[in-house]
């Protein structure tokens, strides 16, 4: 799963050569805006089946590979 977001990351976000990490930090270090992180809830939602509310979704929740890992697996059944 992780690998998956990460590609998915690097491919819709990175317009550089930016090394993407799985603690490097997305929206607060500014690779995901809010408006990317919607496209990017919507992404995680549609790939694993699962509806994550949006008092969920929160930037902190979304600013690292490895919170967003921890983050949908709340909602895999």
Known sequence: M?????E???K???EDDTEI???TP???GGIVDSFS????KRFLE???KISIPDDKATPEAFDT???IVKLVNEFIK
Do not use: F, Q, T
């Open 2 to 6: 992780k690998a998956i977001i990460r």
């Open 8 to 10: 998915y990351v690097v």
């Open 12 to 14: 819709e976000y990175v």
């Open 21 to 23: 990490g799985y603690d």
């Open 26 to 28: 997305l929206i607060s």
């Open 37 to 40: 992180m919607v496209s990017l």
């Open 46 to 48: 549609n790939k694993y």
């Open 65 to 67: 590979v490895n919170k």
